[in-house]
């Protein structure tokens, strides 16, 4: 069992930044961070595996970075730019085995509780 810890969400406007921690208790390959906003589905945000390559959904692109400190067992998710369709709660998500699909909730074993994350205009 590995346990989620995250921290960092918060009220900003818009355009400003905000960086989100995920502490795991234990070694994990991907990590990844999903949102959901009120009425949607939960979506895919980004990922890194244990190497440090990383993925990310196309409306963050180069305004989110994800990152991790192997040492810590943490991720991070530095958020740029942002826009108020960004809010939503953000979810930590740790995988024990690689996967192609790190953009499926269901390839993750582990979840953090979440954090909200809300972006006035």
């Known amino acids: 069992q590995v346990q989620l810890v995250e921290s960092g969400g918060g009220l900003v406007q818009a355009g400003e930044s905000l960086r989100l921690s995920c502490a795991a208790s234990?070694?994990?390959?991907?990590m990844g961070w999903f949102r959901q906003a009120p009425g949607r589905e939960r979506e895919f945000v980004a990922a890194i595996n244990w190497s440090s390559t990383t993925y990310y959904v196309d409306s963050v692109k180069g305004r989110f970075s994800i990152s991790r400190d192997n040492a810590k067992n943490t991720v991070y998710l530095q958020m740029n730019t942002l826009k108020p369709e960004d809010t939503a709660v953000y979810y930590c998500?740790?995988?024990?085995?690689?996967?192609?699909?790190?953009?499926?909730?269901?390839?993750?074993?582990?979840w953090g509780q979440g954090t909200q994350v809300t972006v006035s205009s």
């Open positions: 998500a740790a995988a024990n085995i690689g996967s192609g699909r790190y953009y499926e909730p269901y390839a993750y074993d582990w």
């Open positions: 234990r070694r994990t390959y991907n």
